[in-house]
């Protein structure tokens, strides 16, 4: 075993190399990095939110809105189908979390009942629509979600809202955000390097849902003054200071969904900065349905509730395409425009907390990381070569090795460093200890059962090897449930660790396996300098 195979001073060579390479560019400045060749590795280390500075926000996807939204729309489908299909209905509206509707004809319940249980809702994957209806007393019908479908659409905002975030935060330029959900209805951002906490908030907690929606003009001022509107429309606010209240129809005719791009632009006859927009097929084709069947009316573009402006339609638009107008800025046209292109979040987000931590700190934050690793390194060094004498030295130099390729592995799989990543990478250097404890412990045992002394670095080797092996799986384990199961700095502790198991084994086993082979054969030693 302590033969010096090629391939293995191969396998060293080649990890010291791995080693060197990519964790140079973390020790240069970066104008000298970005003035390396092409071939050498440019990767570098992303510091964590404590060690960088930045923002944090904890978020909570308001479930509580998103079932009162469906519930809305539900009731506006029941509106719709029971008047396109001429059955005279009363008392529609909201029990709780059921609709209620009273069919205001008795021989035409069942035909209602038939025409909604056939039409609402959706097709669930397990079989069967994710709404159910029942026939009440005195000619009323309940419609509500099965509880498996409302779970599932709560489940399925939080994934979407981590998803939504995540491109509005890299359209900010935010390098690695760290975005992962808490929980069942939480979600943790940390944004390393964004020190505006209120920016981030303002862009990530904006629903953007944008609507088209026709204007009712057959409502009087008077009757919108003394709140007596029709119930399948809404009175909307303005979304410019000091605008009159405008009155809608509740059902959208297109939504943001439809939308394939959204670029800030300027118009050509005023100059101003505006918004424009393209559909996909289904809102091209919904879009020309509705303009050219309301030719001279006009139709309110709609942000989370509120109008931007109320064009009158000229003529049909075919092209899929138009322009947002209403006195933008070029900041808030871009906006807009980011918000819209990165999709409306399906569920309105609540913060629970928020903190910004500076770069002075993330500063002292990294040199007293630094101060920790090195103090923990020397101590582990001085520990090992008063133990081992010259074998420690060996230990020592694949220590220096581990330390290494684990920030070159970090640098290469773009991981993020932390704080606890720190502490991580100081307890692997002590892992990697204790295994060159055990081989060394095992050589002085052989030793000592009358083994000369190159048998006994062999024997050492050998069967310390299974123990090395055991006691490393148990840690990989544990890092690997921290690291699925954690968030944040858990996370980064978990990866740090993880990735120095495998790097310490490798150099504990190996590197100190050739530079003690080598020792045997440059030196012809009868003795080991432990024993």
Do not use: C
């Amino acid at each position: 075993m302590l033969t010096l195979s090629r391939w293995k001073i191969l396998v060293v060579l080649a990890s010291l190399l791995f080693g060197v390479l990519f964790t140079l560019p973390n020790l240069l400045p970066q104008s000298v990095v970005n003035s390396l060749p092409a071939f050498m590795p440019h990767d570098r280390l992303n510091l964590g939110l404590d060690l960088q500075g930045g923002s944090y926000l904890l978020e909570e996807v308001d479930t509580n809105a998103l079932k009162t939204e469906r519930l809305t729309n539900l009731t506006e489908d029941v509106r719709t189908k029971l008047k396109t299909e001429q059955i005279a209905f009363a008392e529609l509206g909201l029990v709780g979390d059921q609709i209620s509707v009273r069919i205001s004809e008795p021989t035409q319940v069942d035909a209602a009942f038939g025409l909604l249980n056939n039409s609402l809702g959706e097709r669930l994957p397990t079989g069967g629509r994710n709404v159910t209806l029942q026939k009440g007393l005195d000619q009323h019908i309940v419609i509500a979600f099965v509880p498996q479908a409302a779970n599932a659409a709560a489940a399925d905002a939080v994934v979407r809202s981590i998803e939504i975030i995540r491109k509005r935060i890299d359209a900010l330029g935010a390098k690695e955000p760290l975005i992962t959900q808490q929980g069942t209805s939480r979600i943790v951002i940390e944004a390393p390097g964004e020190s505006d906490p209120e920016k981030l908030k303002a862009i990530i907690g904006k629903t953007a849902k944008l609507t088209f929606q026709m204007v009712d003009t057959s409502v009087a001022p008077e009757d919108i003054a003394a709140g007596r509107i029709p119930p399948d429309d809404e009175i909307l606010p303005s979304e410019t200071a000091g605008g009159p209240p405008l009155i809608v129809k509740r059902r959208s005719v297109v939504t943001g969904e439809m939308l394939t791009s959204a670029t800030a632009d300027h118009d050509h006859d005023t100059n101003s900065p505006d918004v424009n927009f393209s559909f996909n097929g289904v809102g091209t084709q919904r879009f020309a349905e509705v303009t050219s069947q309301n030719i001279g009316k006009p139709f309110a573009i709609v942000l989370d509730k509120k109008y931007i402006e109320a064009p009158n339609i000229r003529s049909a638009i075919t092209g899929g395409s138009g322009q947002i107008t209403g006195g933008f800025t070029e900041d808030s046209a871009h906006q807009l425009a980011l918000l819209l292109k990165s999709g409306a979040l399906p569920a309105p987000l609540n913060v629970v907390e928020q903190h910004t931590v500076g770069a002075g700190l993330g500063a002292d934050a990294v040199r007293a990381g630094q101060i920790s690793v090195l103090i923990g390194g020397a101590l582990i060094f001085l520990f090992i070569i008063l133990a081992y004498g010259l074998f420690g030295g060996f230990a020592a130099a694949a220590l220096v090795v581990n330390g290494l390729m684990i920030v070159g592995a970090m640098s290469l799989s773009h991981a993020t460093l932390t704080l606890p990543g720190i502490a991580g990478l100081v307890l692997t250097l002590a892992v990697a200890v204790d295994a060159n404890v055990l081989i060394y412990e095992r050589m002085r045992d052989e030793v000592r059962g009358g083994r000369p002394a190159m048998s006994a670095a062999d024997a050492g080797f050998k069967r310390a090897l299974t123990t090395i092996i055991d006691a490393n799986a148990t840690t990989v384990v544990a890092a690997v449930i921290m690291f699925n199961l954690g968030a944040g700095p858990v996370k980064g502790f978990a990866l740090t660790l993880l990735i120095g198991v495998f790097t310490s084994v490798f150099t504990a086993v190996l590197i100190t396996q050739v530079l003690i082979g080598w020792w045997f054969r440059a030196f012809r030693s009868k003795t080991l300098p432990i024993s």
